[in-house]
């Protein structure tokens, strides 16, 4: 009695490890940290480059290619391309302030792409606007070979500038730099050079908003790991400071509206004077992660919704109309809302979590791409594959090496939580298995050497 005989210690043991296996790190309530609402997604793989003081040191980028660097307080960084003569060049620099970061509503970032000679090809900046909350903003620059003028058309070396706007000096710590190069290749026949610019000529007229049940889905935190969406109603969580990212394909032909709402506080209205002016904002954004629009609204503790204005139907024409939202429905392929719930939330109504209902719809009839010389890199970037519509419909599956998908299950998807939660599930049923295999082996193996001494 009181004796540990070797089966009770192989017992215990795959006791002890079916249980850890299922429990996984953190399984405790008070192992679960809370999501830190400043954690930007990069994308995975992005190499490691530092931006040049000079254009004389200036790295290199390639066509496709994803990076990753630092931003300083009043810095300038140059990077280098190398461009043909018939190709468009898409550079788009995604500022990341850290945590705990100060900014004023007219800071930002600032990229363009500048020729051998100083020349301006193209430039863009975007603001992180009245909230004055630090979140990712992005802005894009090109050249291209189609345009009106005949600046910038020549193969040869060329230049990214990528400055940080601080006008008023309030941010004093670095950023984190996203940067993305996309290649789009020329026209077999150059098209129309005339942009619908009036909404007479496309349907500006808003659908009626979508109603139902929301269908839940975790937004990503970051352009690489934005979550699928298309027609229908989703719902999801956001937290003050939060900057949660979707993304929706739209193919050639098609128009895009997206309505924001945001639940109620538990307080319901304020009643007592407080608000935030600019408490939420979405902001749209193109395949080459190029701005296109944004919409913020006011709250006082009773829910509320911001719509993007009626936006024209994806056209290659769009490109030589005068404003974001015409110029930037260029593409067809996935287009990124960026939803962003100010700091000062927290303060006025308290850290949430706070009800954020997207009402996405996407009409019209996909048209045939426009006729391209070749593919663009990366690949499908100017595309809106099976795979994409699968996905925003509310699939999810693992890729295959053919680039297929195998549907695996309805709407439960999302690129956020849900996916890991199930890669955290299936790890776990794996490793419980296994053990469960081992321990019943080391058993059998006990008992055939008693019987043997036996």
């Known amino acids: 009695m009181g004796r540990r005989t070797v089966r009770g210690a192989v017992v215990a043991a795959v006791l002890c490890a079916v249980v850890g296996a299922g429990a996984g790190p953190g399984a405790g309530s008070e192992a679960v940290a809370a999501p830190d609402p400043y954690t930007y997604d990069f994308a995975e793989g992005a190499r490691a480059v530092e931006g040049a003081a000079t254009t004389t040191d200036a790295v290199g980028l390639e066509p496709g290619g994803t990076y990753r660097s630092t931003l300083p307080v009043n810095g300038r960084l140059y990077f280098r391309l190398a461009l043909d003569a018939t190709s468009n060049a898409y550079v788009s620099a995604t500022a990341v302030p850290r945590q705990g970061a100060t900014v004023a509503s007219s800071d930002g970032v600032k990229v363009s792409v500048q020729d051998a000679d100083a020349r301006s090809c193209s430039y863009d900046s975007t603001r992180f606007g009245p909230s004055r909350s630090p979140h990712p903003v992005a802005a894009l620059a090109s050249r291209v070979t189609d345009g009106e003028t005949t ?57 009626d908003p979508l109603t139902g049940d929301a269908v839940r889905r975790e937004g990503g935190a970051g352009f690489a790991t934005a979550a699928p969406v298309g027609n229908g109603v989703w719902g999801d969580d956001i937290t003050p400071g939060q900057t949660l990212f979707y993304r929706v394909p739209v193919d050639w032909g098609q128009q895009l509206y997206a309505v924001a709402e945001l639940g109620s506080s538990s307080g319901g209205s304020s009643g007592g004077g407080r608000s935030v002016s600019s408490a939420l ?144 599930v299936a790890v776990s049923g794996i490793g419980t298995g296994s053990v469960l295999v081992l321990g019943l082996g080391l058993w059998t193996v006990v008992a055939r050497r008693r019987a043997g001494r036996a």
């Open 151 to 207: 600046a910038c058309r020549q193969a040869g070396t060329y230049y990214v500038v990528v400055d940080r706007v601080d006008v008023a000096g309030s941010s004093s710590d670095d950023w984190d730099l996203e940067l993305t190069y996309v290649s789009e290749p020329g026209l077999v026949n150059k098209g129309a050079t005339v942009a619908p610019e009036s909404p007479e000529s496309w349907d500006s007229a808003s659908p």
């Open 281 to 424: 904002v979405m902001s749209l954004y193109n395949p080459a992660r190029g701005y296109v629009d944004d919409e913020g609204l006011f709250y006082d503790g009773r829910q509320t919704s911001a719509a993007l204005d009626p936006l024209p139907p994806v056209a290659y024409a769009n490109r030589y109309g005068s404003g974001d939202r015409v110029s930037g429905m260029r593409f067809a392929g996935s287009y990124y809302l960026v939803v962003h719930l100010g700091e000062q939330m927290t303060e006025r109504f308290g850290a949430g979590p706070y009800g954020l209902t997207l009402r996405v719809q996407v009409t019209g009839t996909a048209q045939d791409a426009p006729g391209y010389l070749g593919r663009s890199v990366p690949r499908d970037t100017f595309t809106v594959t099976d795979q994409d519509r699968e996905a925003a419909a509310g699939w999810t599956g693992v890729a295959g090496a053919d680039g297929s998908v195998a549907a695996a299950s309805g709407k439960s998807g999302g690129s956020g939580g849900g996916d890991a939660a199930m890669r955290v």
